[in-house]
């Protein structure tokens, strides 16, 4: 998966509904299962229903939901995105400050729709599942990087090549920085929530009124955004990691497969345990009372025929190497047809010698390595 990919991305909930949900249900279907001709209001209250089932489902201490309710939830989540499209609430040319309160909290639609595939059970569809959950994380991410939600650290984290090597103390410190970040969001978010369930009855109830304002409202969207956008970059290295280790369980033919084969036991050393005294001595005698030099392995008629073999191994050798030596000396002295000029060669070998001869004994005249000066 591509970290960032800005030309893939023409807007976060049109990728969200490019691809099919873990259960196999299409996009047409999913949009007609869910919210036909849809207007704001209706999108508006199925947003509640999704964010108030994913806090209590999915992230909450409830129980946990069965695939099938899984399958449902992401269905309604692509159904909602969908309409966000559909009604256009956000423009390619807007910045943060030109969107309005009622429709930023949308922006949270793909990473709900991700957190929802990631928590798919069937390990048959898993693997599809984190795939897809990556893709909408990253949505999600480039939605939040265009409109300058997430934290420049978090965004880096997330262009970073998987397989880049970084120093191990350089990402220590920013998974700390990157917790603390969460844990103010954490506590900004409970307390926002806390107020405005005090305020209106109902934390998931979006909307202001006087006790909780519009400002507040947009402050806690903000807040979960990017929190979200925090928890998306452990989420993605998260799903990178297990994809390994599914493919493998795959290769294996799933859970119900039997155990790999395993490997022969390796040999026992050699360990004596002898109990009986007698039988020790036995033993040991028939260990030490040994003849004293090497006993013959082959009888004198096969050593006789060894010996003839490496006989004629060497001649044959010996025979070889001469008629090697003869087509050298052919193929230098152009087999005989100049006549004389090997000759020639060996006494132009002997003139140098006898020059460098004289030569030397014209610089090292008699004596001169005497050392005890006996010049004669």
């Excluded at 928890?231 to 994809?243: G, H, K, P």
């Amino acid at each position: 998966q591509a970290p960032l990919g800005r030309a893939s991305h023409a807007s976060a909930g049109a990728m969200a509904v490019s691809i099919e949900g873990p259960s196999g249900i299409s996009d047409g279907d999913a949009v007609e299962g869910g919210l036909p001709d849809a207007d704001e209001f209706q999108l508006s209250r199925e947003f509640y229903i999704a964010y108030k089932t994913y806090s209590e489902k999915i992230v909450g201490d409830g129980e946990s939901p069965t695939q099938a309710q899984l399958d449902e939830f992401v269905s309604k989540l692509k159904a909602i995105a969908f309409h966000v499209v559909r009604l256009r609430l956000f423009s390619p040319n807007e910045e943060l400050e030109d969107i309005s309160t009622t429709d930023l909290k949308y922006l949270l639609v793909p990473f709900l729709l991700a957190e929802a595939t990631a928590a798919t059970q069937d390990l048959e569809q898993r693997h599809r599942a984190l795939k897809q959950a990556i893709v909408y994380w990253q949505a999600f991410a480039y939605d939040c990087e265009r409109f300058k939600i997430v934290h420049e650290d978090d965004i880096r984290a997330m262009e970073r090549d998987p397989e880049a090597r970084c120093d191990p103390a350089s990402k220590r410190d920013e998974k700390i920085a990157r917790y603390k970040r969460g844990k103010e969001l954490d506590d900004k978010v409970k307390y926002l929530f806390a107020k405005k369930r005090k305020s209106l009855g109902d934390e998931f109830r979006w909307g202001s009124n006087a006790e909780f304002d519009e400002d507040m409202e947009r402050d806690l969207i903000l807040a979960l955004l990017r929190r979200a956008a925090s928890s998306t970059v452990d989420n993605i290295s998260s799903a990178r990691q297990e994809l390994p280790l599914l493919e493998v369980l795959a290769a294996r033919g799933g859970l119900d497969a039997g155990p790999p084969a395993r490997p022969p036991p390796p040999e026992k050393p050699f360990i004596v345990r002898i109990q009986d005294k007698a039988e020790l001595m036995k033993l040991y005698h028939e260990m030490v009372f040994q003849c004293p030099f090497a006993q013959p392995t082959m009888t004198l008629a096969e050593a006789g025929d060894l010996e003839m073999e490496q006989m004629q191994e060497r001649e044959r050798g010996k025979a070889q190497a001469e008629q090697q030596s003869r087509f050298q000396d052919d193929d230098r002295w152009f087999s005989g047809d100049r006549y004389g000029s090997k000759e020639d060669e060996e006494e132009e070998r002997k003139t140098y010698k006898d020059r460098d001869w004289d030569d030397w004994k014209d610089e090292h005249p008699y004596g001169s390595g005497n050392k005890m000066a006996n010049l004669g």
